[in-house]
T-cell receptor
């Protein structure tokens, strides 16, 4: 079974530039998550989709971050404009169901460096 | 969401059993406890999930006392390849909402 795919794997940009990340979840998984993981910390949930609807985006900095899930499958996360503190690994995860027995499958992540 | 507290780091030796305890004092009735493992430059990987008492799979056991205010991940006979960060999560049933803490860095020595 193919895992969660993410691209790019690495991205270096200057502050105030824009960047976008792409995620393709495991086929059939209804729930998709985007996490931000700063070095030395645990993953922080940015947004959670159930199919193409948003379940939780309470920690998404909406003035600069946006995300969408096209047709309930692929998803993109955008940062515009980027700040130095956005340097982190952005992880995408998917799960078949939300809640009980909710095993999340993570992609390899995109490492973003903002200069 | 219930906040979780874990030790920052633990050391062990190959072949030993390792127990990592997580505190979650504000866990709600419908919440589940899940543990993930993360290696450097990789996304977290699911280890085990439970609601109460004991759950065991091929890699670990999860012990949850009756009050559910804590849980213990038990790794039998660890090897060098078990060196990783281990995260305890409390997840809301039927919602999937969860919060990762900062995890426990386990270092297994030869």
């Amino acid at each position: 079974e193919a895992g969660v795919a993410q691209s790019p794997r690495y991205k270096i940009i200057e502050k105030r530039q824009s960047v976008a990340f792409w995620c393709n979840p495991i086929s059939g998984h209804a729930t998709l998550y985007w996490y931000q993981q700063i070095l030395g910390q645990g993953p922080k949930l940015l947004i959670q989709f159930q199919n193409n609807g948003v379940v939780d985006d309470s920690q998404l900095p909406k003035d600069r971050f946006s995300a969408e899930r096209l047709k309930g499958v692929d998803s993109t996360l955008k940062i515009q404009p980027a700040k130095l503190e956005d340097s982190a690994v952005y992880l995408c995860a998917s799960s078949f169901l939300a809640g009980k027995l909710n095993e999340q499958f993570f992609g390899p992540g995109t490492r973003l460096t903002v200069l | 969401l219930a906040k979780t507290t874990q030790p920052i780091s633990m050391d062990s030796y190959e072949g030993q059993e390792v127990n990592i305890t997580c505190s979650h004092n504000n866990i709600a009735t419908n919440d589940y406890i899940t543990w993930y493992q993360q290696f450097p430059s990789q996304g977290p990987r699911f280890i085990i999930q439970g609601y109460k008492t004991k759950v065991t799979n091929e890699v670990a056991s999860l012990f949850i006392p009756a009050d559910r205010k804590s849980s213990t991940l038990s790794l039998p006979r660890v090897s060098l390849s078990d060196t990783a960060v281990y995260y305890c999560l409390v997840e809301v049933s039927n919602a999937g909402k969860s919060t990762f803490g900062d995890g426990t860095t386990l270092t297994v020595k030869p």
